[in-house]
Each structure stands twice: as C-alpha cells, then as structure tokens.
C-alpha cells in the first residue's frame, strides 16, 4: 500500500510539474500572440496610409491631366 501512495504521489509531483510546463507555455504563446496582433495592426494602419496616399496621388493626376487638357486649348489657340 506504501508503494501505490508513494508512486501516486511521484506521479502527483510529474503532473504538477507538467502543469507548470504548460502553462509557461500558454504565457508565452498568449505573449507571442499579442506582439503578433499587434505587428497586424501597425500593418494594417500602414495599408491604410498608403491607400489614403494612393488615392491623393489619383486625384492629383486627374487634376493635372485637367490642366495638360486646359494648356493644349490654349497653345492651339495660337497656331498659325
């Protein structure tokens, strides 16, 4: 009976230590998890940014596409 304890008990003893184990390794998953969330999240402003730049460089190029059409009137004006 003394052998079945003491085996329960080392068997008590690996399982608490396995525990330990496991959750270090959930901390460190949980830590991971967060510097990944938040990389996707800088990442995710940075798209946005770029995009709204994008769209400024559109406009500005439909603007100034506006404008080569207004001068080339104007220099066809003076043709001889």
Known sequence: MANGVQRISLNLGDIAGN???INKSI???????????????ETSASVQETASSMEEVSASAVHLTGLAGDLKQL???FKL
């Not at 901390?27 to 999240?41: F, R, V």
């Open 19 to 21: 525990s330990h184990d």
């Open 75 to 77: 220099v066809n004006r």
């Open 27 to 41: 901390e460190e998953i949980a830590a991971i998890s967060e510097e990944s969330a938040a990389g996707i999240e």
